[in-house]
Nanobody
Framework: QVRLVESGGGLVQPGGPLRLSCAAS????????MGWFRQAPGKEREFVAG????????IYGTSVKGRFTISRDNAKNTVELQMISLKPEDTAIYYC?????????????????WGQGTQVTVSS
């Protein structure tokens, strides 16, 4: 069973940057595609970004493309989400997720393992 722990959330001003990190433990990390999702109050969980298990392939949600960058380090069992030009509408709980596959997808249902989430608030 994969265990995921997110960190790095907090309060940031509009236009500012923030970096989230997700630490994984359990089965070999390189066997899992990873994703970041977010959920704002009263809204459904939304796909943010995904990265392939062991090669350089990434996908992004439409609302974050060009502002967010996902990366992973299989030697350290971590996946990061670098966010820039943050907007108030980026405010949400951000979740790290893992699926036992080479490729990421944008569907919540495709990910079996989830972290507890980290709050990101964009406000002046």
């Amino acid at each position: 069973q994969v265990r995921l722990v997110e960190s790095g959330g907090g309060l940031v001003q509009p236009g500012g940057p923030l970096r989230l990190s997700c630490a994984a433990s359990g089965p070999p990390f390189s066997g899992y595609a990873m994703g970041w999702f977010r959920q704002a109050p009263g809204k459904e969980r939304e796909f943010v970004a995904g990265v392939a298990a062991a090669f350089n392939f990434t996908i992004y949600g439409t609302s974050v493309k060009g502002r967010f960058t996902i990366s992973r380090d299989n030697a350290k069992n971590t996946v990061e989400l670098q966010m820039i030009s943050l907007k108030p509408e980026d405010t949400a709980i951000y979740y790290c997720a893992a699926r036992q596959s080479s490729f990421p997808t944008n569907s919540v249902a495709d990910y079996r393992y989830w972290g507890q989430g980290t709050q990101v608030t964009v406000s002046s």
